[in-house]
């Protein structure tokens, strides 16, 4: 019983004889001739060997059989491929000994050679894997050796790429490098290379580490190919630049950056590895576009040029171009920014030259005796009053421009955007008057520009106006511009169309913020007011009854006062009228002006009107006897209040009577001023000489006379006196001095304002963080004056509003409730 | 995931394809044995036959293996699990032969029946036989089945199971060195089988086995002597004429000459009682 399990020992082996077996059919394997070969032979040979621990000595002989293949068969196959041109490329003499089509055929036989030896030790190797796989799943893994098939690849490396071509020359991968780059070359020159071929060279080096460990960035391609190919390609780069620089202009030289940018990244597709796009990319970039886009665009043909010329295209391509290498896109914005600061200093630079020239032509016209009646200064003013429009237009006309620039060219970028901006603002803001021409640009639309126009046009109009106030700093000035102004429109009725200004309120609402419209509307608000209480006045008086034919009809704006900036009606340098109040008023007129006055603290008791007598204007129907060719004939004229008190004056003098300057002042009470104006127009002006002055000379003075002009003639009914500036002018320099004044005060209640709300709400604050809050929160209004601020400040102090902390390690305040 | 019942409807089907030559795209040769696989199936448990079949070598090119030197019961054996994920290990009964289809080849024909080992006599034997194969062609989980199996159909005080199992997994079957599963379960079968195994062995076929298989019986010795602690024993000193003992410490023994208390004889005979405990895995 005891025998019956017996027998012979399990698979007994002997390393030699087995080993010889597997050597046999190794062989077979390298000659390609494998296919009589028994798998389940083979593997149960080396796995015996493994079972009896002889796994060690096996992998030794592996590799070693393979070492001696390679360096012995293999490696005379691929070196036999080397021509001496190609082995001396390496040290650059190569390229001169052969023509570059050589070069290129014999280079290809190389490759071929290589490609094939890889590819056949892939398969090979393969193999032995498979019938090794015991050895590698129980030695390798328990000995932390590389599979045998990594160590074989490490053969390749080490027998064929890293050992010398022949001795005393260098490594065969440094040959092999030096082919490819020079087959790169030959392509980039516009040659056609098999780029299969160097892509099948290139895979080899991407499945080949620097150690048997095959850790991932130890790639041979990105330690000893990559870095050469990258090297070489800056030097081509920088000299195909700095070529290209000297012999062509800006956008031929975009378009050849531009393609090839492309080209190397189709390279690295088709012949190289994807792996080296972005690396080839950044070389390409910083060679043709890093270093060189600053001298790009100030080439003669650079931005300047484009700009000048509409060049939209290369435009676009130089924005490209920088876009790829920088996100912010710095020197094209830069140059863009130069351009746009160039183009609009010049603008104001018209403007004030405009402004400031001195008004030759009225002098000649003058001399020439046309229209005569026209003071020079009001002719200089009308100029002006041009320019600013033309200086609105123009500034506009440049932001369109760039606009579509940034559009077309540069993508809708939003750096750029923000840098266009900046530079407009800079523009509008640099020329002091910016607030005001814009207000009268706004003006000359409201009266005049819209008539004839779509909604669609009104509509783009009021869009391009407001595109400039977004642009200005101190929009506390164009509010008080704009108050002005469409007080002006407002009272004398100029404005065209009532729904297109309150368009253009909510506009402003939108853009600049409710405090900014609210005394705009509420001038609106008393217009609308107003016009009831006249319709409500009139029916009142028909009421009455005593319906007297020839009572004078009065219609009435009650203004709110500190709302509408009531000293757009007068002159400069008048003083506040203490004798307003007094103008002597016809009996006929002051009959209504106190019946009005009655009507009106019936409905709202306790307000007191004040009656602006020289901003009226009034409808008189006026009787000369020799006017219509030495025939009577009835004219209406209309004119402003005070020149129909004069009227009126003479009308209840016998025709002869004659009276000075003073005796009408005396009888009036008109202020000075105003008089003599209105006995410009009524006496000087030939159109509307209902008077007769003398001595007739152009200026007013004391001691002249007047009396009714009997013989007055016009063929013209309807007579209109021009005497209160009739239009929005740019303002002379002594309004504008008055303006900045009063600016400077409100500015001065902002600040105050401002300072006491932060102080207010924070108690203490040191100076420095004071000035910047106070600067934040006028930042929407103004932008205010550092030594401004100061000085409020100081005054606060003074009124004990605020107090220094003493102590303080920085100057700081104390809010005082 | 599928569930449980698809899945059990899989393995139905699968067991339908077991040595059955439809679609058969492959065949297992083994001793006078022919087998109808099919890869898809032998290649999805074992990556040896995934390579054995894909590659160029001459398996791949006539799909047809012959694995030399295996006994073909294994080999039907680990087929059928590669079909079923079981195998039924018992030896007698023949289950692979009395399906129709795997083809005895004409005796003789086979060119290389050269099998050193003899072929798996009982369950024991077999399973051992499935493990070392399912090493050989990387099935692991065949692997442990065969093991589970193995030590499963362990009855400690039948000799033949014992014998069997020394000698086929010590002497008959190769496998690596540092593998020791099946080794350690045989040589704890044989400590658990204690007194009554050795009786049912008997000292003749003992003897047989320990000389034929030095490798069992180092193990088990180590095993017993590891069992007891060393240093100083109680010793017993029995006086030879009147068979008196005392107890003394070992350090005594050396230093003191023995006087009997009862007599005066002065010789004496020592002895030492030991004491141990042999760990064995569980496997039962």
Redesign the interface.
């Known amino acids: 019983?005891?025998?019956?399990?017996?027998?012979?020992?399990?698979?007994d082996v002997d390393f030699e004889t087995t080993w010889k077996v597997l050597e046999t059919a190794f062989k077979e394997i390298h000659t390609k001739n494998?296919?009589?070969?028994?798998?389940?032979?083979?593997?149960?040979n080396a796995?015996?060997i493994?079972?009896k621990?002889k796994g060690e000595e096996l992998y030794n002989n592996v590799a070693q059989f393979e070492a001696n293949w390679l360096s012995g068969e293999v490696r005379n196959r691929v070196v036999k491929q080397l021509t001496a041109p190609l082995l001396l490329l390496t040290d650059g003499t190569g390229r001169s000994l052969a023509t570059s089509a050589e070069r290129r055929v014999a280079g290809e036989s190389f490759l071929r050679a290589l490609k094939e030896s890889w590819e056949d030790h892939q398969v090979c190797m393969g193999?032995l894997t498979?019938v090794l796989?015991?050895m590698d799943?129980?030695y390798c893994t328990?000995h932390r050796q590389p599979s045998i098939f990594a160590k074989a690849m490490g053969l390749f490396r080490d027998q064929i790429l890293r050992s010398p071509v022949r001795p005393e020359s260098p490594d065969l991968i440094e040959v092999l490098t030096s082919i490819v780059l020079d087959q790169i070359q030959m392509h980039r020159d516009g040659e056609r290379i098999n780029s299969h071929l160097i892509k099948s060279n290139v895979y080899m080096l991407e499945g080949l580490y620097e150690s048997d460990q095959e850790v991932e960035d130890e790639k041979l391609y990105l330690r000893l190919f990559e870095p050469y190919f990258l090297q070489t390609s800056a030097m081509f780069y920088r000299e195909e630049g700095e070529r290209l620089l000297k012999e062509s202009d800006a956008g031929t030289y975009c378009k050849e950056a531009k393609r090839r940018i492309e080209e190397e990244s189709d390279r690295c597709r088709s012949t190289l590895s994807e792996a080296t796009t972005v690396k080839i990319q950044r070389v390409v970039e910083d060679e043709l576009i890093r270093h060189k886009i600053k001298g790009l665009i100030e080439m003669d043909s650079g931005v300047q040029y484009m700009v000048d010329n509409d060049k939209l295209y290369e435009l676009g391509l130089v924005f490209e171009l920088e876009a790829r290498v920088d996100a912010r896109k710095t020197e094209l914005t830069k140059a863009i920014q130069k351009i746009i600061n160039e183009m609009g200093t010049e603008i104001n630079n018209v403007a004030i030259n405009t402004s400031q020239a001195p008004p030759t032509a009225p002098a000649a016209q003058d001399e020439h005796g046309d229209d005569k009646q026209k003071p020079g200064s009001t002719r200089q003013i009308n100029q002006q009053t041009v320019a600013a429009l033309k200086w609105v237009e123009d500034v506009l006309a440049l932001k369109t421009r760039f606009d579509n620039i940034w559009k077309t060219a540069f993508a809708s970028d939003q750096t750029v955007h923000t840098a266009l901006e900046r530079s407009m603002g800079e523009i509008i803001n640099a020329f002091s008057r910016g607030s005001e021409y814009i207000s009268l640009f706004i003006d000359e639309n409201m009266k005049k520009g819209i008539r004839d126009k779509t909604e669609a046009e009104i509509d783009a109009t009021l869009e391009q106006a407001i595109t400039t106030v977004r642009y200005l700093q101190d929009k506390d000035i164009f509010e008080t511009y704009y108050k002005k102004h469409l007080c002006k429109r407002l009272l004398l009725k100029k404005s065209q169309s009532i729904d297109v200004e309150k368009q253009m309120i909510s506009r402003m609402k939108i853009e600049l913020g409710n405090s900014f419209t609210l005394k705009l509307e509420a001038m609106f608000k008393d217009m609308t007011l107003s016009e009831e209480l006249t319709s409500g006045y009139r029916k009142h008086v028909a009421q009455l009854g005593d319906a007297d034919p020839k009572r004078v009809d009065l219609s009435v704006n009650v203004l709110t006062s500190m709302t509408w900036p009531l000293e757009a009606f007068r002159g400069a340098s008048e003083d506040e009228r203490e004798g307003r109040s007094n103008i002597i008023f016809p009996a006929s007129i002051e009959r209504i002006k106190s019946g009005f006055e009655q009507f009106y603290s019936k409905k709202h008791s306790g307000r007191k009107l004040t009656w602006q007598t020289n901003m009226g204007d009034a409808d008189v129907k006026a009787h000369f006897p020799r006017s219509k060719n030495g025939r009577p004939m009835t004219h209406d004229i209309n004119c402003s209040t005070y020149a129909m008190l004069i009227l009126l004056l003479f009308n209840s003098l016998p025709t002869t009577t004659s009276l000075t300057l003073e005796e009408i002042q005396a009888r009036t009470n008109i202020p000075e001023n105003d008089l003599k104006r209105n006995l410009q127009s009524l006496a000087v002006a030939p159109k509307t000489r209902f008077l007769v002055k003398e001595p007739m000379s152009r200026e007013i003075n004391a001691g002249d006379r007047f009396t009714y002009n009997e013989g007055f003639s016009s063929k013209i009914i309807k007579i209109k006196v021009g005497v209160v500036s009739a239009g929005n002018k740019v303002e002379g320099d002594r309004e504008r001095k008055e303006t900045e004044k009063k600016n400077n005060d409100s500015r001065g209640f902002a600040i105050e304002a401002a300072v006491v709300r932060i102080m207010k709400q924070r108690k203490s604050l040191p100076h420095a963080q004071l000035l910047t809050e106070t600067i934040t929160q006028l930042s929407t209004q103004f932008k205010p004056d550092v030594n401004m601020i100061k000085k409020k400040i100081e005054s606060l102090i003074e009124r004990e509003y605020l107090e220094r902390i003493e102590d303080a390690a920085v100057p700081s305040y104390k809010y005082l409730a | 995931m599928a569930s449980s019942k698809a899945v059990q409807s899989f393995r139905n089907a699968a067991k339908d394809y077991l040595f059955n030559d439809r679609f058969s795209d492959f065949t297992i040769v083994c001793e006078d044995q022919e087998f109808k696989v099919h890869r898809c199936f032998i290649c999805a448990q074992s990556k040896w036959f995934e390579r054995c079949c894909s590659g160029i070598f001459e398996e791949g090119k006539t799909n047809r293996v012959h694995l030399r030197e295996e006994h073909a019961s294994v080999i039907a054996n680990m087929i059928s699990f590669m079909y079923t994920f079981d195998y039924n290990d018992s030896t007698s009964s023949d289950t692979f032969k009395s399906t129709s289809t795997e083809h005895t080849l004409p005796k003789g024909s086979s060119s290389s029946k050269h099998l050193t080992s003899p072929a798996p006599s009982n369950a024991l034997q077999m399973n051992a036989w499935v493990y070392a194969t399912a090493e050989k062609y990387e099935i692991l989980d065949l692997k442990a089945l065969a093991l589970e199996k193995f030590k499963q159909h362990a009855d400690v005080t039948n000799a033949d199971d014992m014998l069997g199992a020394a000698w086929a997994v010590y002497k008959h079957i190769s496998l690596l060195e540092t593998d020791r599963q099946l080794h350690d379960t045989v040589r704890d079968m044989w400590l658990l089988g204690g007194k009554e195994l050795i009786a049912n062995i008997g000292p003749e076929a003992l003897e047989d086995c320990f000389a034929s298989i030095p490798k069992l019986m180092g193990e088990l010795l180590t095993m017993l002597i590891g069992a007891f602690g060393g240093g100083a024993k109680t010793v017993r000193q029995f006086c030879k004429t009147c068979n008196y003992y005392e107890l003394f410490t070992t350090s005594d023994v050396v230093s003191k000459e023995f006087v009997c208390s009862k007599c005066p004889s002065k010789e004496a005979r020592e002895s030492v009682r030991l004491t141990g405990q042999v760990a064995v895995k569980k496997f039962w």
């Open positions: 019983m005891a025998n019956k399990f017996k027998g012979l020992n399990g698979a494998a296919s009589a070969l028994s798998f389940e032979e083979l593997y149960r796995y015996k493994v079972l621990k193999m498979d796989m015991y799943r129980v328990d």
